[in-house]
T-cell receptor, first 118, second 114 residues
Framework: ETGVTQSPTHLIKTRGQQVTLRCSSQ?????VSWYQQALGQGPQFIFQ???????GRGNFPPRFSGLQFPNYSSELNVNALELDDSALYLC?????????????????FGPGTRLTVT | KQEVTQIPAALSVPEGENLVLNCSFT??????LQWFRQDPGKGLTSLLL?????REQTSGRLNASLDKSSGRSTLYIAASQPGDSATYLC?????????????FGTGTLLAVQP
């Protein structure tokens, strides 16, 4: 089991509402990435935070936004929820300093938050 | 644009059988490739990570190989057990760029029958 935690475990929201999901990265990891996994699909990259700034984004609209805090934990915010936002949201932590030094770059995933939009 | 494909989409085998899961990718300029296991409704558990300079990695009954030039990786599971039943995902990280973005396949759903 990794040291990456996510909350809440499950969430039910209504279309048009806003939601905040939380992730605590593994100790010592400075980079958090967020992924959306629809049923039966592989995870899709939403964005990555490094040193409290977004430094990469996938093909997701601006209503998907995030934050990273000085302790490297992170939030994913989704505004104006749509039915298609129903998915498992995963965060992954890694240490970019290790990556720059040519080491593994392995990513560790949390258990996910299951979001249902009705 | 990198695309990752996994074949087969689903596989059912009797307990004790050795099996191979396949992963292919279209752009050979990768930094590394990771194999993950996912139990229903759960997060991802990293099984093996292969750097682009490596040919294979082993952990217990699992062996993953990487052929970058042909854009292929295989995950070999020896002496399968019912507890191995899960979805197996492969993912590649491309070279260059500022992110640790992983591109995933859609997975292989494995059922090991007792």
């Amino acid at each position: 089991e990794t040291g990456v935690t996510q909350s809440p475990t499950h969430l039910i929201k209504t279309r048009g509402q806003q939601v905040t999901l939380r992730c605590s990265s593994q100790s010592g990891h400075n980079t958090v990435s967020w992924y959306q996994q629809a049923l039966g699909q592989g995870p899709q990259f939403i964005f990555q935070y490094y040193r409290e700034e977004e430094n990469g984004r996938g093909n997701f609209p601006p209503r998907f936004s995030g934050l990273q805090f000085p302790n490297y934990s992170s939030e994913l915010n989704v505004n104006a929820l749509e039915l298609d936002d129903s998915a498992l949201y995963l965060c992954a932590s890694s240490d970019t300093r290790i990556l720059a030094g040519g080491s593994s770059g392995e990513q560790y995933f949390g258990p996910g938050t299951r979001l249902t939009v009705t | 644009k990198q695309e990752v494909t996994q074949i087969p989409a689903a596989l059912s085998v009797p307990e004790g059988e050795n099996l191979v899961l396949n992963c292919s990718f279209t752009d050979s300029a990768i930094y590394n490739l990771q194999w993950f296991r996912q139990d229903p409704g759960k997060g991802l558990t990293s099984l093996l990570l292969i750097q682009s300079s490596q040919r294979e990695q082993t952990s217990g009954r699992l062996n993953a190989s990487l052929d970058k030039s042909s854009g292929r990786s295989t995950l070999y599971i020896a002496a399968s057990q019912p507890g191995d039943s899960a979805t197996y995902l492969c993912a590649v990280k491309g070279k260059g760029g500022a992110t640790n973005k992983l591109i995933f396949g859609t997975g292989t759903l494995l059922a090991v029958q007792p």
